[in-house]
């Protein structure tokens, strides 16, 4: 059992017997400022949020959206559509207070749509008037995943451009790549305007490692070092400083001194050296697999070359790109606004995969909006990148 000021938590999974009706409509204001039964059973449904709640409660409004946060990240959307209703009730509706009340709808909404519910009127007619994009948004995922989009291109354009209310890396722009991917003919692999001249990725390889690197990476680069038909740039921390300033500027030098970890400093330099130079990117902890991997890098024939996660998230830990080719320049930018404006992201948002994946929604959003591209991208499976590259050992 597990008592928060004299209230026990049933042990008893309480909410799959607590009717849908009731859940629905605990945004409403008739229900108490407190957790209710069925929330406590939401909450008693994982040992993780059982254990949070025990140390924190749920009486205020950012415990009770950690407890959300913790059923979505343990896969109970029902559940944690639950808990947003809870810490709606709980917010002040001052849109100061972090998180504002339609980021709570937003999610709740997801959640329920994920669950396979029906979603609440009220709750929707409360989003539309708070944000009119993000009902959009709901909507039309609320379309596609009950299959009832006749035209997958036609729905994504009225989402428009959504995920511009979002920074990059958020769940968004992986939902959008994971139907935009979808759309025929593809958004990503139309080669329009220079038929017959292709432009290959150069057979270049770049690898960064901060300082001091152990055993394992000097082997993996020793490794790669061996490869005749691949030439290799790599850089280590003074290095990229000084080359960041010779080839970007006092800008791009700064913000790479100012980065707060190795990881997230290596994210900001690859999209810089591969945008100057073309090539492919490989983290220093791993290495190509073999010959089918060195034929695969030297025959690519797209502009860009990612491989996506189980998630359909960009995994950029290696990639490939032509010279400067649009893409890369607009992940530069997509850089630099988060090192402006959000400086404190999650890296794999500011710097990492998130900044691919915004990339890449806008680039679909472009091209099904009319503009069309001379780039080609090739989006290829997690299975694919795995038999290109593995990681020999885990660096000490």
Request: charged share 20%.
């Amino acid at each position: 059992m597990v008592e928060e000021q004299g209230n026990l938590v049933p042990e008893t999974n309480f909410v799959h017997t607590q009717s849908d009706q009731d859940i629905f409509g605990n945004t409403h204001e008739t229900y108490p400022r407190t957790a209710t039964q069925f929330e406590k059973g939401c909450i008693n449904s994982d040992d993780e949020a059982r254990a949070y709640y025990a140390e924190h409660g749920a009486q205020e409004c950012i415990h009770a959206f950690a407890l959300a946060e913790i059923l979505v990240r343990r896969k109970k959307p029902y559940e944690a559509a639950c808990l947003y209703g809870l810490c709606y009730r709980l917010h002040s509706k001052s849109q100061k207070q972090f998180p504002d009340t339609s980021t709570l709808l937003l999610s709740r909404l997801l959640c329920f749509l994920k669950a396979g519910k029906e979603l609440p009127e009220h709750d929707m007619h409360l989003l539309a008037a708070q944000a009119p994009v993000y009902a959009r948004y709901v909507a039309t995922m609320r379309t596609i995943w009950r299959g009832q989009a006749a035209d997958l291109a036609q729905s994504l354009r009225g989402m428009g451009n959504a995920f511009e209310e979002f920074v990059s890396g958020e769940e968004i722009d992986q939902l959008y790549l994971e139907q935009a991917k979808q759309v025929q003919p593809s958004v990503f692999e139309r080669h329009i305007g220079h038929e017959g001249t292709v432009r290959a990725i150069p057979p270049l390889l770049c690898l960064y490692w901060d300082k001091e690197p152990p055993t394992e990476i000097m082997e993996n680069i020793y490794f790669h070092q061996g490869i005749p038909d691949l030439d290799l740039k790599i850089f280590n921390h003074d290095e990229a400083v000084d080359w960041l300033y010779r080839f970007y500027g006092t800008e791009a030098r700064d913000f790479f001194l100012s980065m707060r970890s190795a990881a997230e400093a290596a994210n900001f330099f690859k999209l810089h050296a591969t945008n100057l130079y073309g090539g492919w990117w490989l983290n220093t902890t791993l290495r190509l697999a073999g010959e089918n991997a060195l034929d695969f890098v030297l025959q690519e024939q797209s502009d860009v070359a990612l491989f996506l996660t189980p998630e359909c998230r960009v995994n950029d830990c290696f990639f490939g790109t032509t010279q400067q080719s649009g893409f890369m320049q607009e992940c530069l930018l997509i850089l630099y606004e988060n090192c402006y404006k959000h400086k404190h992201l999650y890296p794999e948002y500011k710097t990492g995969s998130g900044v691919f994946g915004r990339a890449l929604s806008r680039r679909a959003y472009r091209v099904l909006e009319g503009v069309e591209s001379n780039e080609c991208i090739k989006l290829y499976s997690p299975e694919q990148l795995n038999t290109l590259v593995y990681r020999s050992q885990n660096p000490a």
